[in-house]
Nanobody, 120 residues
């Protein structure tokens, strides 16, 4: 499975972006993680294969929404009310066996990352 993340960019604080993650094959449970310079990769959000279960980090709850469209093997992350502290490289990942883990080690496939920069 190959994952291609896109949709990042530069936005002002309070703005919105929508990230997409397209998979070359079947998608499994999917997650979004992010990594800011000098920091460890952190969990952002995850969704089960059916889309029936979603999970969010406390820092993004109420602002970000994860969704998926299995017919197109694509997962989305709608990010609203963006803050400068959301600035990071965002990665999508696929988990073959789980239902949406918060642990990066549980994921089997990773995309290349897309940069999100939020300015003041």
């Amino acid at each position: 499975v190959q994952l291609q993340a896109s949709g990042g960019g530069l936005v002002q604080a309070g703005g919105s972006l929508r990230l997409s993650c397209a998979a070359s094959g079947r998608t499994f449970s999917m997650g979004w993680f992010r990594q800011a310079p000098g920091k460890e990769r952190e969990f952002v959000s995850a969704v089960s294969y059916s889309g029936g279960s979603t999970y969010y980090a406390d820092s993004v709850k109420g602002r970000f929404t994860i969704s998926r469209y299995n017919a197109k093997n694509t997962v989305y992350l709608q990010m609203n009310s963006l803050k400068p502290e959301d600035t990071a490289v965002y990665y999508c990942a696929a988990d073959r066996y789980g239902v949406g883990s918060r642990e990066p080690d549980e994921y089997d496939y990773w995309g290349q990352g897309t940069q999100v920069t939020v300015s003041n």
